[in-house]
């Protein structure tokens, strides 16, 4: 339980800050013995650094000077915040002071991936990801900061998986030119970037993805079972344009068997989808259309060849 003197040193604090009375706030921050125990809660020192950073009477100098002097007393690695510094500047109205003071944090916090901040640098690249912050997002993948940062790849990927949710082509091209490595990973559901673009029905991302060697061979959706072009096709809501992409880059289907051919055509047929098939009529693999021919002799659907005259 909170004392009363450190109650009342707290209210103090804020208001003086509130106030922008920078001389209080810093007689308190270098003098007390105390200083620890008051922010020592996620709520408090959260609030702290909110109340710094976004107070429109300080200075950026001010600012950063009440920062240092915090730094000083407390391991800044060690703070535990709700919502990280990286984060609350973001809000700030003058963009280039909050670069300014970015790069003062980064500084300050270590980068390496035994420390906390690993999730402090993915939560703010996320954020700056889901807020449309472009400029942030450029800022945060500069080499000079990340050199140093072993789980930047786990970051990037979070981030990436954002911008695709949000349809965001811009911040997801910029992301995509600084990751290195295999793009075709899963996330804790499962699901893969390319899959999650299909999903999306924005043919520009999946477009991006191919190009960066997506894989569009492989059975790699729902544990591959199914390629991302048969994937395409018997989704509930299949876009034609990202269908005829597919097979005009050459995606395979890869079905296995005559069984496997005829529950695919069943299944657009029950679902009045058949006539997606005509994306396919110059498409090569294992006689596909041979197979679809069969299957209207077989089922008695020479009706549906209509769809394709």
């Not at 640098?121 to 912050?133: D, I, P, R």
Request: charged content about 30%; glycine content about 2%; some cysteine.
């Amino acid at each position: 339980m909170i004392s009363t003197s450190i109650f009342k040193l707290q209210t103090i604090m804020h208001i003086s800050i509130f106030l922008g009375l920078k001389n209080i706030s810093l007689d308190i921050i270098e003098k007390r013995q105390n200083i620890y125990t008051m922010i020592n809660h996620e709520e408090d020192n959260t609030g702290l650094f909110k109340s710094i950073i976004l107070n429109d009477h300080f200075s950026l100098y001010v600012k950063k000077k009440l920062i240092k002097a915090l730094c000083l007393r407390l391991e800044i690695n060690k703070f535990n915040n709700w919502r990280n510094p990286l984060v609350i500047l973001m809000n700030m109205k003058s963009e280039n002071n909050a670069f300014k003071l970015a790069y003062f944090f980064l500084k300050k916090m270590d980068l390496k991936i035994d420390n906390c901040f690993k999730d402090r640098y993915k939560n703010s690249l996320v954020f700056a990801t889901e807020y449309n912050l472009y400029n942030f997002v450029d800022f945060l993948l500069r080499k000079k900061y990340i050199d140093n940062y072993e789980n930047i790849r786990n970051a990037i990927k979070s981030a990436i998986f954002k911008a695709i949710e949000l349809k965001n082509i811009k911040i997801l091209e910029l992301l995509l030119k600084k990751f290195r490595g295999n793009i075709n990973w899963y996330n804790s559901c499962g699901e893969s970037p390319i899959k999650l673009a299909v999903d999306s029905n924005d043919l520009n991302m999946v477009k991006l993805l191919v190009k960066r060697k997506s894989n569009i061979e492989d059975k790699i959706i729902y544990k591959q079972k199914y390629s991302i072009l048969h994937y395409s096709l018997i989704k509930n809501d299949s876009n034609e344009d990202i269908i005829k992409y597919f097979v005009g880059v050459k995606a395979k289907m890869n079905i296995e068997n005559q069984n496997e051919f005829e529950k695919l055509f069943g299944r657009l047929d029950r679902k009045g989808k058949i006539s997606l098939l005509k994306c396919f009529v110059n498409y090569k693999e294992k006689n596909f259309m041979e197979n679809f021919l069969r299957y209207t002799l077989t089922f008695n659907r020479r009706d549906i060849l209509k769809n394709f005259v």
